[in-house]
C-alpha cells in the first residue's frame, strides 16, 4: 500500500512540475514575442518620412519646419548638452538661439542607425547627425522615443548628444 502511495505521489508531483514548465515555457515564448515585435512597413516609412522632412527642412534654414516632426505639446522633452527642455516652443526657442542663421545651422544629416517597435504606436530610434559648416563638421548620436498622436508619427523624447 505505502508503494502505490509514493508511486501516486511521485506521479502527481512530476505532473505538476511538467505543468509548471509549460507554463514557463509558454510564458518565455509570450515575453520574446511581445519584445520582438516589428514596426510596421508603413510605420516605418512614415517615420523615415518625418526625418527626410526634418533634414530638408533644416537644409533650407527653417527651423519652423524642422519642428514639426515633434510632438507639439508642452509634455516633449529634450535632452541636450544643456539639460532638460520640456515643451515644443522652448525646444523650438532654444533651436533658434542656437542655430541662429543658415551658416550656423550648416547641412544636416541624419544616419538611422536603428528602429524599433516598443509596441503599438510606439517606436524607438536611435542614429547619427552630422552638420557641415564652413567652418567645422560637428557630430554626435541620438535616441529618439516616437508615438502615433492623431494618425501621425511624432518625436515625443529627443536625447541629442
Request: glycine content about 8%.
Amino acid at each position: 500500500m505505502e508503494n502505490i502511495c509514493q508511486s501516486g505521489e511521485k506521479n502527481d508531483w512530476q505532473r505538476r512540475l511538467r505543468h509548471t514548465i509549460a507554463l514557463l515555457a509558454m510564458s518565455i515564448c509570450i515575453a520574446s514575442c511581445v519584445s520582438a515585435q516589428r514596426l510596421r512597413p508603413a510605420d516605418r516609412a512614415a517615420i523615415l518620412e518625418v526625418m527626410r522632412l526634418q533634414e530638408d527642412a533644416w537644409n533650407q534654414g527653417d527651423l519652423q519646419g524642422f519642428m514639426q516632426g515633434y510632438w507639439q505639446d508642452d509634455s516633449l522633452r529634450f535632452i541636450g548638452k544643456s539639460g532638460i527642455t520640456y515643451g515644443w516652443q522652448p525646444t523650438l526657442d532654444n533651436y533658434v538661439k542656437g542655430y541662429p542663421d543658415k551658416a550656423a545651422m550648416g547641412k544636416l544629416t541624419f544616419t538611422i542607425l536603428r528602429i524599433e517597435s516598443l509596441g503599438r504606436g510606439r517606436a524607438h530610434v536611435t542614429g547619427k547627425w552630422h552638420l557641415q559648416r564652413a567652418q567645422d563638421a560637428p557630430q554626435g548620436y541620438y535616441t529618439l522615443l516616437w508615438r502615433k498622436v492623431d494618425r501621425r508619427w511624432v518625436i515625443v523624447a529627443d536625447h541629442s548628444s
